[in-house]
């Protein structure tokens, strides 16, 4: 090991963020790195578990103790090596994970995780700077044909593994840019898209086939690309948000968060939507709806566009500061976060439900809300109860509901290509990721509903090994 | 037992059962006293018979006794042929030498034993002699027990003449030619009670009366042992202890030639390469006879019989008896020995053609003409002898085996490591080591044969160096072709490389058998190193290097029986893992007698699995032409393997070929040179090795090692050629380990010795091509292993993955290899502990269920038998079940104080029992608690370390554990650094602070197991309320062995299985040494039962226990108690991380760092808890069973079933052998039903306990005079822990207790003896004379009227003050072998000592007056020797590696040797210490003083502390004085 004791004798320190006054003038990134041999000392807190619960909770299986050491060693282009065998993108799970890892650290029983999403970051960022991050084309080509639809992280990661394994894969976006919920849900503050850019390049370099602008089953037909192709893997995300279909839901002002993202994300890349269909929360009273997330994204977004105030509501209560018995260690523990959006200015309200939307002239003007205590029956199942005489008004001129999403959407393509849904609504596949349909598979959250880049990321993964092997017949 | 059982399982002739279950008759194990009696002037008397009777019947407490209580494991004699006495009941016998005369047992049905006689008679005849007369033998067989009745033989005796007149030795011939015919053919035939046909002896110079016997019942058993005509100069005796259990009347000892005391432990090997070197036979005394001889090895018989063929070869051959016997069991001869050099040249032509029979033996021997005694290199057997004045000599394993007055004694001596001790009846003298040996060596030019035809391989010139690494870019083909990982790239390669060490890891394995993992394994995984155990002690490779060698040769080798030069034309090598160079150098040779074939270790990939089979033959058969084409070299390489070739299993082809020869004779023609690239770890190549390669060139690895270096991946490692060494360095080191925990000194014994047993191949497999090697449960085939091959050759040229695997053995990976404990398993049983959720126990224990079902481990694939449950109202409570439940013995020291008192707080709560651990107890914990809960440990180990082994701390035991064995890690010892043994671990240890503590791999005074009979007996007397549990691991055998500890009265065995944790240990101990305790539990089981005697001992079992299930499938393999450990430490918060060697475990545990003990969160109620839900879980299973009391279910296998798993390896694997129940099982106990027999009612202690009433009472001071013989045994103990019981620690004032004795004291005198008492012994002691000394003192000086000069002869044994922690000494002689080893704190003066004074020490200080042998101070880290370097000479003899020599300037240091001498002087009326004194200064600088560097610099800081102490009190008072 590279010191046995670093866990002991050095601190964690992570990265910072910009300081607010300064990060709400832009939509730029607002993590600052650590120094590379600051970073390096933080990796030498890593204490190489034998069983790494790290490594456990992590959905892409990163083996954080090995690279964590080579890190240590100063070793950049080893641990490059390792992290990229288990991870096609660490650039964006580096930016966006929430890190189940470190939820499962050993330190973490005692004190402090090792600050290990940032070292994943800072190892990948350090890669492309130094040109480890080359395009790699297969050394042969195994002549199979793959489309892979959609080109979110499950499909990037799918198709990317297809290809490199020496098939020919087309990637279909319906969007006119690649990334799916990576360029268009989440905000340019966290992920920059020039980052996206630089690895699709590489992708391409690599031989992948890239579609931008094709929606399948209406530019291509989906006989087309299943006679066209020896496999076919669905990565259409799960982009049916769930709504909130309450009185006065009709008024105008109330926005689905993935519409109000993907327009600010446009913008900032210069594909500014005409005037009247832009959604902005400049001086305005903006609630969110939903406390997860993209929630969080929304109020860091409504800020940066100056809203007069941001307000959060969650219909849960607020979790506790740390982590309950129910959920010991390693288990992911439901804690109150404050996120950096958060930090930015809004007012979090928890246990609130929303009754009604109250309008003036066919717009929204106020919220009534309702204070909900929960309990648990005797499955232990949570349940809500109004809390009685505790309504209250909430001014809005702009709401965002970011409620989550129920499952992929399935008109269309997925209508098209006949494939068996679940009960859930998902598209249905078997063990081996695939559908009801021969060689056609799904994988992602249009598989699994919505989860995690990094669950998608792995997914995508698993779906190229499982089609590598139909396609090889074994 | 009762009388009954056995008339019902009386065979029609008892003997060795056949193999059945997992007992297998081949695992027996003997050992034994031996000893001699002769008249140096050959003068033939019937009172040196009787004297020979007498040294047996002394020595009875070192034999065993069966079941019966009567039945001995075997007892004889041999002397000279009594002409006088057998002329009277045959006239007709010519003169002496004339005939030849043998007792014969035949079988006892009548028609049986006359076919034999008329056989005998037609071999007699056709070999051109005649029978002259058959006597009847008169045997009384009231005398003897009922075992040995039931295969009793019929006795007589028969004369042989020549037809014609013929020499003596041509008559000696040609009855040997005789005896090797008829035993063959007898063999050979039919009959059914063939085995009972056996010719003790035939020979015209000595008869051997021998059998199932006691050493009481020999003399009643044969009437003409008593007959006053039967006289000899010569009686050579044996009494066998056996862990054999079946002893049968052909293994009693003398055989024709020895009597053994010991255990080879190379056997295995012996008899291959004597059966490989039958075909070269040739000698012009035998001529055609020759191949008459052949098998020279009897099939069937002991180690000790197989020695005593091979020994009577050579001689009858031509070779003299002393001449044989150096070549058989040659003394170490390295630089380390002082030995002339002729006798190294000597040793050296032998050992190109003869590899020794390596293992503890004390060997006596007698022709009729010379009788004489050797010990091995290691002389780890007693052997005592004293010569009278009128020409008497006696040699034993035991002094007082013959009572002399002390005027009558010439001189007293002991037979020393590697040594001879002759007797020419003849020449009418003993002739000295020195000169016997110069006689020998000098027979021949051997430096002249050696220097000439001899080549070494560093002296042939390198012509051609060979690249190390392969071309650019094949390198990582290389690895995925060969399984190469990443965890043997950062846990082995680059551990080994850089540190030129083995790496160490913590915690056990937990990783499914070989046969059970889904991933390809490598063909080594299917084999565990076996290991030494109680039979046989390990060696410290390390501290006892001088014994250890790794040379070897290869070449053709000659025949055996002949002299000549060209026997030694050899390749010399001193290590035999090759560099790509090396293998050049031989290929470059060019010598006419030296040439290389080159043989591909590959199959065709297109021919598929099939292809394998093929691929062997065609090997063998090109092997076995290579030979007749006259090749020397045989090469066998998977250079060759490429996308169309897969590589044949290194291990697989190499033991093919090794078999292939050996069974058509040629094996000795050719050296196997394996070139592969598949060994990378100390495992595969000790396998090589063992399975017949000569050398290995493991250019794969080295190829790696190369590559790591060019990637900057060795820190500080600066070239190719450093790194190559430091990895061929590791290697060897690791290899050196592995042969000494077998006990094995030199690789060319070990080579072709199979020390391995398989687990998980099926018998076709090992019949075929690891012949005689163990597998147990069958396992896979050839197509499997194929298969293997395959999938690892698809990974080369399929996947072709861009990076190595992490496989996930040694840590776990989420889609590696499986683990027992992986984060689902550990967080759960922490959940249920924490949160006292009874379902999330239930959680925790499904999921480790089916993961054991996967299968993982054996117990996976057994079900239970539905039956009719019963209410679980009904089932015993979870407070019984709570009374067989232990915690694993993990040291304080290995696991934090926080970590260790929870556990003995928990489990004193439940009533169950925590250990010590090695590591001692600090005696707070002896009493309760104020809040009354208690943190004293129940169990108290004693281990080889004697780490605070007190009588204090053994009267505070409830059990005693005698811990012979690790799982984690048998047959090694350990090591605490200095760094970590802080004040309070020093102080439990009795130990200095900063000073480092070894423990030694063996116990030093367990080389046998009637040692370790005697270190129970000895435990006993200090605490007869404790249980003794003796601790072993699980290995192929162990049930014989359990039954000879069973024999030693040993109150419990614990079986502990191969996968249990360590705090530190190679990696390679913790994964491949042992196996899984099913198959020790069920094997110790099934073989108690089987010789009657599991109602006698409780048995416990451990190795990765987790859930109740498991306790229950235990329970029902044989087991009535069970031990946790990682189990235990998971419940209290271990997430397995293996740092417990760093020091460096985050949870607290495993950590003595002060900061990181704070994070220890264990509670015992988590321990409480976890035991609750698993008791609970065993009764819920006990319902089910229909069991009430868990007592009901031991040993009950009919309970199980073998369950049908579809996976493609287990299905393959077959319990029967573990689920067999013997048939006694009816009729015999299956589970402790009565207590053992401890002969300690009637010890000397009782005698003086009374005596010492008063000082016991009132601490008034009383004195007594007592005679005492050998038979005394552990004289002082009893009353020591009487004294300790009564005054604890601190014992009694000074004197309080004072005993004199006059005599031969027995083994253990003075053992543990406490404070206030003080032994005065006039006479001699034997071994382990002042064991554990608690702070007493000990006397001994030679008895009044003695002539000889004390300081010139042994007074006491070896191994003494072994682990004494305080108390004194004053010794008026020489002692034996290891004076003071492990002495902690006890001050000594002796006159001189044996090998390895002061080994291991770590406190306390000696006083040597006189010569001291080989390997002084070897581990010593603490304490002070002060040597007066009489000779000069003492550098050379001293191991200097952890001190430093210096002559003796300090102050202090002057006057403790002048007070201790005038003490001595005071005690014993030392002459030699008077002398001293009376000219002080003209000896004071003959004195050097020997001081760890450890200890000089923690007395450095105990001095400055001091200074400074005082410095600080001076200011102080000047401060005072200035504020005045």
Redesign the interface.
């Known amino acids: 090991?590279a010191n046995?004791?670093g866990?002991?004798t050095v601190k964690r320190s992570g990265n910072t963020c910009r300081r607010v006054e300064e990060r709400v003038q832009d939509f730029r990134e607002i993590e600052i790195q650590l120094s590379d041999d600051a970073r390096q000392l933080q990796a030498s807190r890593c204490?190489?578990?034998?069983?790494?619960?790290c490594?456990?909770?992590c959905p892409v299986?990163n083996?954080m103790?090995?690279w964590q050491q080579r890190l240590a060693e100063g070793d950049w282009r080893a641990a490059y090596?390792?992290l990229q065998?288990t991870n096609n993108f660490p650039e964006f799970t580096g930016r966006l994970c929430p890190a189940l890892c470190e939820a499962?650290c050993?330190?973490s029983?005692?004190g402090e995780a090792v600050t290990i999403r940032e070292n994943e970051l800072a190892i990948i960022e350090r890669a492309f700077r130094e040109g480890y991050v080359k395009p790699r084309p297969p050394a042969q080509r195994t002549g199979k044909k793959v489309a892979v639809i959609g080109s979110g992280p499950a499909g990037l990661a799918c198709a990317d593994t297809l290809n490199r394994a020496g098939h020919t894969v087309v990637l279909y976006e319906a969007a006119g840019a690649v990334g799916g919920f990576l360029r268009f849900g989440v905000p340019d503050f966290k992920l920059d898209k020039s980052i996206i850019d630089r690895r699709v390049a590489i992708l391409q370099e690599e031989g992948l086939i890239v579609k931008t602008g094709v929606r399948v089953g209406t530019d291509i037909s989906s006989e087309e690309i299943r006679s066209t192709f020896d496999a076919v893997c669905i990565t259409t995300g799960a982009r049916k948000p769930r709504d909130l279909l309450i009185e006065g839901r009709e008024l105008d002002g109330i926005h689905q968060a993935v519409e109000y993202l993907e327009q600010q994300n446009r913008i900032v890349a210069g594909d500014a939507p005409a005037g009247e269909d832009r959604i902005s929360a400049a001086r305005k009273h903006v609630v969110v709806i939903g406390g997860g997330d993209t929630g969080s994204d929304c109020i860091g977004t409504a800020i940066r566009q100056g809203a007069r105030s941001v307000t959060q509501l969650e219909i849960l209560p607020a979790p506790p500061r740390t982590r309950p018995?129910t959920l010991?260690?390693?288990?992911w523990p439901k804690v109150y976060k404050t996120t950096s959006s958060h930090e930015e200015g809004c007012e979090r309200l928890f246990g609130a439900s929303t009754r009604r939307f109250t309008g003036e002239s066919g717009g929204i003007r106020r919220l009534c809300v309702v204070r909900v205590d929960w309990d648990t029956d005797e499955n232990g199942r949570y349940r809500m109860a109004e809390r009685p005489g505790s309504e209250f008004d909430l001014e809005a001129d702009l709401v965002i509901l970011a409620l989550g999403f129920e499952h992929t959407v399935h008109e269309g393509l997925v209508h098209d290509l006949g494939v068996q849904l679940s009960a859930r609504g998902d598209v249905a596949v078997d063990g081996r990721h695939m559908t009801s349909v021969a060689g056609i598979f799904a994988a992602g959250d249009a598989a699994q509903g919505a989860s995690l880049v990094v669950r998608a990321i792995f997914e995508g993964r698993a779906a190229a090994r499982d089609i590598d092997a139909y396609l090889r017949g074994t | 037992m009762s009388e009954t059982a056995i008339e019902e399982h009386r065979p029609e002739t008892a003997h060795f059962p056949e193999p059945q279950g997992l007992y297998d008759p081949a695992h027996e194990h003997g050992s034994c006293g031996i000893g001699f009696v002769a008249n140096i002037r050959g003068e033939r008397t019937h009172e040196i018979v009787q004297r020979g009777l007498e040294v047996l019947e002394r020595m009875a407490h070192r034999g065993a006794e069966s079941a019966d209580n009567c039945t001995g494991d075997g007892a004889g004699l041999l002397m000279q042929i009594p002409h006088e006495f057998y002329k009277q009941d045959v006239p007709a016998l010519p003169k002496p030498g004339q005939y030849g005369t043998g007792l014969v047992f035949l079988p006892r049905k009548d028609s049986e034993g006359a076919y034999c006689a008329e056989e005998f008679e037609d071999v007699v005849d056709e070999e051109g002699l005649r029978v002259l007369a058959w006597r009847a033998v008169a045997v009384d067989d009231s005398a003897i027990g009922e075992i040995a009745r039931a295969s009793e033989p019929a006795m007589r005796q028969v004369f042989i003449v020549g037809k014609a007149p013929l020499s003596r030795d041509a008559l000696e011939r040609k009855l040997y030619v005789v005896r090797k015919v008829i035993e063959d053919r007898i063999r050979r035939s039919a009959l059914q009670q063939a085995r009972l046909f056996y010719l003790p002896s035939l020979s015209t110079r000595t008869v051997v009366y021998k059998g199932m016997l006691t050493s009481m019942q020999l003399r009643r058993y044969f009437a003409d042992l008593q007959d006053k005509r039967v006289t000899s100069a010569i009686a050579l005796v044996h009494s066998r202890f056996s862990t054999n259990t079946f002893p049968s009347w052909d293994l009693a000892q003398p055989f024709r030639i020895i009597a053994h005391n010991g255990e080879i432990n190379t056997i295995k090997g012996n008899r291959f390469w004597m059966h490989a070197s039958e075909s070269s036979f040739a000698s012009p005394l035998f001529g055609d006879d020759i191949k008459k001889l052949l098998p020279i090895i009897e099939p069937g018989k002991s180690d000790s019989a197989s020695f005593d063929n091979a020994l009577e070869l050579l001689v009858a051959a031509g070779r003299s008896l002393p001449h044989a016997i150096m070549m058989l069991i040659p003394e170490s001869f390295n630089q380390l020995n002082p030995i002339p050099d002729d006798l190294k040249y000597f040793y050296e032509y032998h050992s190109a053609f003869m590899e020794p029979w390596d293992g503890p033996a004390s060997m006596v021997f007698c022709d009729g003409r010379f009788v004489g005694g050797t010990l091995d290199r290691n002389g780890l057997r007693p052997s005592r002898y004293v010569v009278t004045k009128d020409g008497l000599v006696v040699m034993a394993s035991e002094v007082g085996v013959q009572t002399f007055p002390p005027e009558q004694i010439e001189y007293k001596g002991r037979l020393m490591p590697g040594k001879l001790l002759l007797v020419d009846t003849e020449e009418r003298r003993i002739i000295p080591d020195r000169e016997i040996k110069e006689r020998v060596s000098q027979r021949r030019p051997y430096r002249e044969w050696v220097e000439k035809n001899r080549i070494r391989m560093a002296d042939i010139p390198l012509k051609n160096p060979a690249p190390v690494g392969v071309p650019n870019g094949q390198l990582h083909e290389l690895e995925l072709m060969f399984g190469y990982n990443r965890e043997d790239i950062e846990r082995i390669l680059i551990p080994m490389a850089t540190s030129g060490r083995e790496p160490v890891s913590s915690m056990g394995t937990d990783t499914p058998l070989a046969v059970f993992s889904d991933r390809p394994q490598r063909l080594f995984n299917y084999f565990k190193q076996v290991f030494a155990q109680v039979t046989n002690p390990a060696i410290d490779p390390l501290r006892e290097e001088l014994v250890m060698t790794l040379t070897g040769y290869i070449g053709t080798e000659g025949n055996l029986l002949a002299e000549t030069p060209e026997n030694c034309a050899m390749i010399q090598f001193k290590r035999p893992i090759f560099t790509n160079s090396d293998v050049e150098k031989i290929k470059d040779l060019e010598h006419e007698d030296f040439k290389t074939a080159t043989l591909q270790m590959t199959f065709p990939l297109s021919e598929g699995p099939a292809g394998l089979e093929r691929a062997l033959s065609r090997l063998c058969e090109d092997a076995e032409s290579k030979v007749h084409e006259g090749y020397s070299f045989l090469i066998l390489s998977d250079r060759g393997a490429d996308a169309e070739n897969v590589p044949i299993p290194s291990l697989l082809a190499c033991s093919s070929v090794h078999h292939h020869l050996v069974r058509v004779q040629k094996r000795t023609k050719i050296a196997l040179i394996i070139k592969t690239a598949e060994a990378r770890e100390v495992m595969h190549f000790a396998l090589l090795f063992g399975y017949g390669a000569s050398v290995v060139n493991p250019y794969g690895a080295l190829a790696v090692v190369h590559d790591l270096l060019k990637k900057g991946r060795l820190p500080g490692v600066a070239n190719a050629i450093e790194a190559e060494e430091n990895y061929i360095e590791a290697v060897h080191k690791g290899l050196l380990k592995i042969l000494s925990k077998l006990g094995i000194s030199t690789l060319r014994s070990y080579h072709g010795a199979q020390a391995f047993e398989a687990i998980g191949l099926s018998k076709e497999v090992v019949d075929r091509y690891f012949t005689g090697t163990d597998s147990r449960i069958g396992g896979i085939g050839l197509e499997q292993i194929a298969q293997e091959a395959l999938m690892q050759h698809r990974k080369a040229f399929g996947d072709r993955p861009a990076l190595l695997e992490s496989e996930g053995v040694y840590q776990y990976r989420k889609y590696g290899e499986r683990h027992a404990w992986n984060p689902e398993t550990i967080s759960l049983l922490q959940w249920a502990v924490r949160s006292n959720d009874p379902k999330k126990y239930r959680e925790f224990a499904g999921l480790v269920n089916r993961q054991n079902q996967a299968p993982h481990v054996i117990r996976g694939l057994l079900d239970f038998r539905p039956q009719t449950p019963v209410p679980i109202e009904e089932v015993e409570p979870v407070e019984a079940i709570f009374k067989r439940l232990t915690t694993g013995a993990m040291s304080f020291g290995s696991i934090s104080k926080e970590a260790h008192e929870t556990i003995a707080a928990a489990m004193n709560t439940i009533g169950g029992r925590s250990n010590t651990g090695e590591g001692g107890e600090d005696p707070e914990r002896f009493a309760p608690r104020p809040d009354g809960t208690s943190a004293r440990s129940a169990i108290k180990q004693v281990a080889s370390g004697r780490f605070g082994v007190t009588s204090n701390y053994l009267v505070n035991a409830d059990e005693i554990q005698i811990k012979i064995a690790q799982g984690a890690k048998p047959g090694e010892g350990g090591q605490l650094p200095g760094h970590k043994v802080d004040h309070v671990i020093a102080r439990t240890r009795y130990a200095t602070p900063g000073v480092s503590l070894i423990s030694p791999p063996p116990h030093h005074d367990i080389y046998s197991i009637e040692d370790l009979a005697q270190l129970i007996f000895d435990l006993k007397n200090v605490n007869w309320d404790a249980c003794i549990s003796v601790k072993l691991v699980s290995e192929t055998g162990v049930g014989t062995i359990a039954a000879g500890v069973a024999k030693a009265h040993a109150d419990k065995i614990v079986i502990c299985g191969y996968d249990g944790g360590t705090g530190a240990s190679p990696q390679s101990s913790i994964k491949h040494a042992g196996l899984p305790f099913e198959l020790g539990i069920a094997e110790t089981h099934q073989t108690l039962v089987l010789n009657g005697l599991r109602g006698r001992v409780r048995l416990q079992t451990d190795g990765q226990l987790k859930t109740g299930r498991d306790v229950v499938l235990a329970g029902i393999l044989g087991a009535e108690e069970f031990g946790f450990g990682t189990a235990a430490l998971i419940a209290l918060g271990c997430v397995m991380m293996r740092k417990c060697h760093l020091n460096t475990c985050p949870m607290g545990v495993a950590t003595q760092d002060p900061e990181l003990r704070k994070h220890f969160a264990g509670k015992p109620e988590h321990l409480i808890r976890y035991f609750t839900f698993l008791a609970e879980e065993v009764r819920e299973i006990m319902a089910q069973l229909g069991i009430r009391r868990f007592d009901d279910l031991v040993g009950r296998t009919d309970l199980l079933v073998q369950r049908k798993v579809d996976h493609w390896k287990a299905r393959t694997v077959d319990l029967s052998s573990l689920l067999y129940r013997p048939e006694r099982s009816r009729s015999s106990a299956i589970r402790c039903i009565e207590p053992q027999n401890h002969a300690i009612n009637s010890v000397l202690d009782r005698a003086l306990i009374d005596r010492a009433g008063p000082a016991l009472k009132y601490r008034d001071q009383v004195s007594t005079n007592l005679p005492i013989t050998n038979a005394d045994r552990a004289v002082g103990a009893m009353l020591s822990g009487r004294v300790s019981r009564l005054y604890g620690e601190s014992g009694l004032p000074d004197d309080t207790i004072q005993c004199t004795f006059h005599g031969s004291a027995g083994q253990s005198f003075g053992a543990f003896l406490a404070k206030g008492i003080t032994f005065r012994l006039l006479g001699d002691a034997n071994d382990y004379f002042g064991k554990g000394l608690s702070g007493g003192r000990l006397i001994a000086m030679p008895p009044e009227g003695s002539t000889f000069k004390a300081e010139e002869n042994i007074i006491v044994g070896n191994t003494v003050l072994y682990g004494a922690t305080s108390g004194e000494a004053f010794i008026r002689g020489v002692a034996g072998e290891r004076f003071c080893v492990r002495n902690s704190g006890a001050h000594a003066v002796i006159e001189g000592t044996g090998d390895h004074c002061a080994e291991y020490m770590t406190g306390g200080r000696i006083i040597v007056l006189g010569k001291v042998g080989r390997n002084f101070a070897a581990g010593m880290s603490g304490g002070i020797a002060y040597v007066l370097n009489v000779d000069g000479n003492f550098t050379y003899f001293c191991n200097c590696a952890m001190v430093e020599l210096s002559p003796v300037l300090d102050q202090d240091d002057q006057e403790f040797i002048k007070a201790w001498l005038r003490k001595h002087v005071a005690y014993t009326g030392s002459p030699v210490a008077g002398a001293v004194l009376a000219r002080w200064h003209e000896y004071l600088p003959k004195f050097i003083r020997v001081l760890p560097l450890e200890y000089k610099r923690v007395l450095h800081e105990r001095k400055l502390a001091e200074i400074d102490r005082q410095l600080a009190a001076i200011r102080e008072e000047a401060q005072l004085g200035a504020s005045y």
């Open positions: 090991m046995p004791r866990f002991m204490m190489e578990c034998s069983v790494p619960f490594h456990w909770a299986a083996i103790p090995e090596d390792l065998d499962s050993v330190l029983i005692n018995d010991p260690w390693p288990l």
